[in-house]
C-alpha cells in the first residue's frame, strides 16, 4: 500500500489519500495528529508527506513522524516535500511553523553526526536528497518556457552541489545567495530493515 497523507486535491497517484477534510480523491478522512492512524503496523510500502510537516511544530513533526515509522514495512520509504526557508514561497505563506534548509534532513538520519537525539528522531537513513525549482514563476505562457528552461537549468546545479561531499551547504548557499520563487526540498527516508 502507498500513502498519500495531507493528500488535499493533489493526491499522488496509486496512493491511498488520507487529509482531515472530506475532499474529491481523499480515501481516508484522517488528523495527521490524531494519532494512532487507522492503518496496521508495517503495512505500507510507501509514504509521501508533500508539504504538510512545515505546517507542524516540531513536536508535532516528531509524533508523525514517528506514526509514519510505525505504518511503514522495513525498508519502506517515506517522501518528504518542503520548501526551502530562503525562497519568496516559504516566506510567503503565514501557516509555516518550521523552516528547513537541504541540510535539515540529516538530523533524521541515523548515520548523520548531527541527528543529537538518535534514540527519539534519527531512526531513519536519508537516502537521497534533491530540489525542484521554480525560479520566477512566470504566469504567460511565453514567459512560463523560459521559466522553466532556467528553473530546470537551476535544479540540476543545485542537484550537483548536493552530491559534493566535500562542501556541505553549497545548495544552500545558492539558495541563499539568488533570489528564487520556490525551492522545493525533496527527502527520501527509508526505514532499517531491522531495529
Request: hydrophobic share 45%; with cysteine.
Amino acid at each position: 500500500m502507498i500513502l498519500d497523507l495531507g493528500c488535499g486535491l493533489t493526491k499522488v497517484d496509486g496512493a491511498v489519500g488520507v487529509d482531515n477534510t472530506a475532499l474529491p480523491g481523499v480515501d481516508v478522512t484522517h488528523d495527521l495528529l490524531d494519532i494512532p492512524y487507522p492503518f496496521a503496523d508495517a503495512s505500507v510500502k510507501e509514504i509521501y508527506l508533500n508539504h504538510i510537516i512545515e505546517h507542524f511544530d516540531l513536536l508535532d513533526i516528531r509524533r508523525v513522524m514517528n506514526e509514519v515509522y510505525r505504518l511503514l514495512a522495513p525498508e519502506g520509504i517515506v517522501h518528504v516535500r518542503v520548501p526551502h526557508v530562503y525562497t519568496i514561497a516559504a516566506a510567503a505563506d503565514p501557516t509555516h511553523k518550521q523552516s528547513f534548509t537541504f541540510i535539515s534532513g540529516e538530523f533524521f538520519d541515523s548515520r548523520s553526526a548531527k541527528s543529537y537525539y538518535k534514540a527519539l528522531d534519527a531512526v531513519w537513513k536519508l537516502a537521497n536528497t534533491s530540489s525542484r525549482v521554480t525560479w520566477f514563476n512566470w504566469k504567460k505562457y511565453r514567459l512560463r518556457q523560459v521559466d522553466t528552461v532556467l528553473s530546470n537549468g537551476m535544479s540540476r546545479v543545485l542537484n550537483r552541489f548536493l552530491r559534493l561531499p566535500d562542501w556541505p551547504g553549497a545548495a544552500d548557499l545558492v539558495v541563499r545567495t539568488i533570489p528564487m520563487f520556490f525551492v522545493e526540498i525533496q527527502w527520501d527516508f527509508v526505514k532499517p530493515a531491522s531495529e
